[in-house]
T-cell receptor
Protein backbone atom coordinates (compact mmCIF):
# COMPACT_ATOMS: atom_id res chain seq x y z
CA UNK A 1 0.00 0.00 0.00
CA UNK A 2 1.11 3.52 -0.68
CA UNK A 3 2.03 5.75 2.24
CA UNK A 4 2.73 9.47 2.41
CA UNK A 5 4.77 10.98 5.24
CA UNK A 6 4.99 14.62 6.18
CA UNK A 7 7.53 14.80 8.99
CA UNK A 8 6.91 18.44 9.91
CA UNK A 9 3.61 18.91 11.79
CA UNK A 10 4.25 22.66 12.03
CA UNK A 11 6.44 25.16 10.25
CA UNK A 12 6.77 28.91 10.42
CA UNK A 13 8.26 31.47 8.08
CA UNK A 14 8.79 35.18 8.09
CA UNK A 15 6.82 37.13 5.52
CA UNK A 16 8.78 37.49 2.25
CA UNK A 17 11.11 34.63 3.16
CA UNK A 18 11.30 31.14 1.67
CA UNK A 19 10.14 27.95 3.32
CA UNK A 20 10.31 24.29 2.29
CA UNK A 21 7.81 21.66 3.34
CA UNK A 22 8.93 18.07 3.13
CA UNK A 23 7.08 15.00 1.93
CA UNK A 24 8.21 11.44 1.35
CA UNK A 25 6.20 8.58 -0.02
CA UNK A 26 6.44 4.87 -0.51
CA UNK A 27 5.21 3.05 -3.58
CA UNK A 28 6.03 0.15 -5.83
CA UNK A 29 4.40 1.77 -8.85
CA UNK A 30 6.41 3.43 -11.57
CA UNK A 31 3.62 5.64 -12.86
CA UNK A 32 1.94 7.97 -10.39
CA UNK A 33 1.12 11.57 -9.55
CA UNK A 34 1.92 13.78 -6.61
CA UNK A 35 0.06 16.79 -5.32
CA UNK A 36 0.29 19.55 -2.78
CA UNK A 37 -3.04 20.82 -1.49
CA UNK A 38 -3.58 23.87 0.70
CA UNK A 39 -6.32 24.13 3.34
CA UNK A 40 -6.59 27.66 4.79
CA UNK A 41 -8.36 28.03 8.13
CA UNK A 42 -12.11 27.52 7.68
CA UNK A 43 -11.76 27.51 3.92
CA UNK A 44 -11.82 24.95 1.16
CA UNK A 45 -8.88 22.77 0.30
CA UNK A 46 -7.43 23.72 -3.06
CA UNK A 47 -4.72 22.37 -5.32
CA UNK A 48 -1.38 24.15 -5.12
CA UNK A 49 0.73 22.12 -7.50
CA UNK A 50 0.76 18.78 -9.31
CA UNK A 51 3.64 16.62 -10.55
CA UNK A 52 3.63 13.68 -12.93
CA UNK A 53 6.21 11.08 -11.91
CA UNK A 54 7.28 10.45 -15.49
CA UNK A 55 8.36 14.08 -15.88
CA UNK A 56 11.85 14.90 -14.73
CA UNK A 57 11.23 18.63 -14.72
CA UNK A 58 10.02 20.00 -11.41
CA UNK A 59 6.59 21.60 -11.49
CA UNK A 60 6.30 25.29 -10.71
CA UNK A 61 3.31 27.54 -10.15
CA UNK A 62 4.24 31.17 -9.55
CA UNK A 63 5.83 31.32 -6.07
CA UNK A 64 5.35 27.59 -5.50
CA UNK A 65 7.75 24.98 -6.78
CA UNK A 66 8.58 21.40 -5.97
CA UNK A 67 11.77 19.42 -5.66
CA UNK A 68 10.86 15.98 -6.96
CA UNK A 69 13.44 13.30 -6.29
CA UNK A 70 11.99 10.10 -7.73
CA UNK A 71 14.75 7.76 -6.61
CA UNK A 72 14.59 9.09 -3.08
CA UNK A 73 10.77 9.20 -3.19
CA UNK A 74 10.82 12.74 -1.99
CA UNK A 75 8.48 15.57 -3.02
CA UNK A 76 9.11 18.83 -1.17
CA UNK A 77 7.26 22.11 -1.67
CA UNK A 78 9.10 25.41 -1.74
CA UNK A 79 7.20 28.62 -1.15
CA UNK A 80 9.13 31.73 -2.14
CA UNK A 81 8.37 35.28 -1.01
CA UNK A 82 5.91 33.99 1.59
CA UNK A 83 2.74 35.98 2.07
CA UNK A 84 0.30 36.14 4.97
CA UNK A 85 -2.26 34.43 2.77
CA UNK A 86 -0.02 31.38 2.52
CA UNK A 87 -0.81 30.48 6.13
CA UNK A 88 -2.66 27.18 5.96
CA UNK A 89 -2.36 23.47 6.42
CA UNK A 90 -0.57 21.86 3.49
CA UNK A 91 -1.20 18.28 2.48
CA UNK A 92 0.98 16.16 0.28
CA UNK A 93 -0.96 13.54 -1.69
CA UNK A 94 -0.19 10.56 -3.90
CA UNK A 95 -2.35 9.16 -6.70
CA UNK A 96 -1.52 5.89 -8.41
CA UNK A 97 -1.31 5.65 -12.15
CA UNK A 98 -2.56 2.15 -12.75
CA UNK A 99 -4.32 -0.19 -10.37
CA UNK A 100 -5.07 2.56 -7.90
CA UNK A 101 -5.88 5.22 -10.44
CA UNK A 102 -8.01 7.96 -8.98
CA UNK A 103 -7.49 6.96 -5.35
CA UNK A 104 -5.43 9.51 -3.45
CA UNK A 105 -3.45 8.93 -0.27
CA UNK A 106 -2.83 12.00 1.88
CA UNK A 107 -0.12 12.81 4.38
CA UNK A 108 -0.89 14.08 7.88
CA UNK A 109 -0.41 17.69 6.87
CA UNK A 110 1.92 20.54 7.82
CA UNK A 111 0.54 23.67 9.44
CA UNK A 112 2.35 26.71 8.08
CA UNK A 113 2.39 29.96 10.02
CA UNK A 114 3.51 33.16 8.31
CA UNK A 115 4.86 35.84 10.62
CA UNK A 116 4.50 39.50 9.60
CA UNK B 1 -23.11 28.42 -7.50
CA UNK B 2 -19.76 27.19 -8.67
CA UNK B 3 -17.42 24.46 -7.51
CA UNK B 4 -18.39 22.02 -4.79
CA UNK B 5 -20.90 22.95 -2.11
CA UNK B 6 -21.80 21.14 1.08
CA UNK B 7 -24.71 21.50 3.47
CA UNK B 8 -25.04 21.88 6.31
CA UNK B 9 -21.77 23.52 7.25
CA UNK B 10 -22.18 22.62 10.91
CA UNK B 11 -24.17 19.84 12.50
CA UNK B 12 -24.69 18.76 16.09
CA UNK B 13 -26.49 15.50 16.64
CA UNK B 14 -27.19 13.01 19.36
CA UNK B 15 -26.19 9.39 19.07
CA UNK B 16 -29.75 8.31 18.34
CA UNK B 17 -30.43 10.88 15.63
CA UNK B 18 -30.57 10.36 11.89
CA UNK B 19 -29.20 13.09 9.67
CA UNK B 20 -27.88 13.49 6.15
CA UNK B 21 -25.00 15.45 4.67
CA UNK B 22 -25.38 16.80 1.16
CA UNK B 23 -22.78 17.55 -1.45
CA UNK B 24 -23.32 19.10 -4.86
CA UNK B 25 -20.76 19.71 -7.57
CA UNK B 26 -21.25 22.18 -10.42
CA UNK B 27 -18.15 21.20 -12.39
CA UNK B 28 -19.56 18.52 -14.66
CA UNK B 29 -17.40 15.86 -13.00
CA UNK B 30 -18.11 12.14 -13.00
CA UNK B 31 -16.52 11.09 -9.74
CA UNK B 32 -17.33 12.11 -6.18
CA UNK B 33 -15.70 11.30 -2.85
CA UNK B 34 -16.38 11.42 0.87
CA UNK B 35 -13.46 12.00 3.24
CA UNK B 36 -13.28 12.17 7.02
CA UNK B 37 -10.83 14.66 8.51
CA UNK B 38 -10.19 14.27 12.23
CA UNK B 39 -7.82 16.31 14.34
CA UNK B 40 -4.27 14.97 14.25
CA UNK B 41 -5.16 12.25 11.71
CA UNK B 42 -4.62 12.07 7.99
CA UNK B 43 -7.49 12.54 5.61
CA UNK B 44 -9.41 9.25 5.46
CA UNK B 45 -11.09 8.26 2.22
CA UNK B 46 -14.51 6.82 2.98
CA UNK B 47 -16.36 6.31 -0.30
CA UNK B 48 -15.81 6.88 -4.00
CA UNK B 49 -18.50 7.06 -6.65
CA UNK B 50 -17.86 7.02 -10.36
CA UNK B 51 -20.81 7.67 -12.65
CA UNK B 52 -23.15 7.03 -9.71
CA UNK B 53 -21.63 3.62 -9.04
CA UNK B 54 -19.85 3.04 -5.75
CA UNK B 55 -16.33 1.94 -6.59
CA UNK B 56 -14.64 2.27 -3.23
CA UNK B 57 -15.72 1.56 0.32
CA UNK B 58 -12.87 1.75 2.76
CA UNK B 59 -14.20 -0.45 5.56
CA UNK B 60 -16.50 2.28 6.77
CA UNK B 61 -18.96 1.33 9.54
CA UNK B 62 -22.51 0.71 8.38
CA UNK B 63 -23.76 3.68 10.41
CA UNK B 64 -22.49 5.73 7.46
CA UNK B 65 -24.55 5.16 4.33
CA UNK B 66 -23.70 6.98 1.08
CA UNK B 67 -26.07 7.71 -1.75
CA UNK B 68 -25.33 9.09 -5.20
CA UNK B 69 -28.55 9.68 -7.14
CA UNK B 70 -26.74 11.36 -10.04
CA UNK B 71 -23.26 12.53 -10.90
CA UNK B 72 -23.84 15.98 -9.41
CA UNK B 73 -25.15 14.99 -5.99
CA UNK B 74 -23.75 12.92 -3.17
CA UNK B 75 -25.27 12.26 0.23
CA UNK B 76 -23.96 10.74 3.42
CA UNK B 77 -26.71 9.38 5.63
CA UNK B 78 -25.83 9.16 9.30
CA UNK B 79 -27.49 7.09 12.00
CA UNK B 80 -26.58 5.87 15.45
CA UNK B 81 -23.25 7.69 15.37
CA UNK B 82 -20.63 7.60 18.09
CA UNK B 83 -18.76 10.55 19.64
CA UNK B 84 -15.58 9.43 17.85
CA UNK B 85 -17.36 10.13 14.56
CA UNK B 86 -17.12 13.84 15.30
CA UNK B 87 -14.97 15.30 12.53
CA UNK B 88 -14.93 17.45 9.42
CA UNK B 89 -16.52 15.57 6.53
CA UNK B 90 -15.23 16.66 3.17
CA UNK B 91 -16.75 16.03 -0.20
CA UNK B 92 -14.66 16.19 -3.35
CA UNK B 93 -15.11 15.63 -7.04
CA UNK B 94 -12.89 14.91 -10.03
CA UNK B 95 -13.41 14.54 -13.73
CA UNK B 96 -13.24 10.76 -13.66
CA UNK B 97 -12.20 8.48 -10.83
CA UNK B 98 -10.55 6.14 -13.31
CA UNK B 99 -8.42 8.94 -14.67
CA UNK B 100 -4.98 8.73 -13.16
CA UNK B 101 -3.60 11.75 -11.45
CA UNK B 102 -6.73 13.82 -11.52
CA UNK B 103 -7.03 16.88 -9.35
CA UNK B 104 -9.74 16.70 -6.74
CA UNK B 105 -11.92 19.69 -6.01
CA UNK B 106 -13.08 19.93 -2.43
CA UNK B 107 -16.11 21.39 -0.76
CA UNK B 108 -15.90 23.47 2.42
CA UNK B 109 -16.85 20.51 4.60
CA UNK B 110 -19.46 19.79 7.23
CA UNK B 111 -18.24 20.10 10.82
CA UNK B 112 -20.03 17.31 12.70
CA UNK B 113 -20.26 17.02 16.46
CA UNK B 114 -21.82 13.91 17.95
CA UNK B 115 -22.94 14.24 21.55
Amino acid sequence: AQTVTQSQPEMSVQEAETVTLSCTYDTSESDYYLFWYKQPPSRQMILVIRQEAYKQQNATENRFSVNFQKAAKSFSLKISDSQLGDAAMYFCAYSGGNTNAGKSTFGDGTTLTVKP
Amino acid sequence: ETGVTQTPRHLVMGMTNKKSLKCEQHLGHNAMYWYKQSAKKPLELMFVYSLEERVENNSVPSRFSPECPNSSHLFLHLHTLQPEDSALYLCASSQDRRGAGETQYFGPGTRLLVL
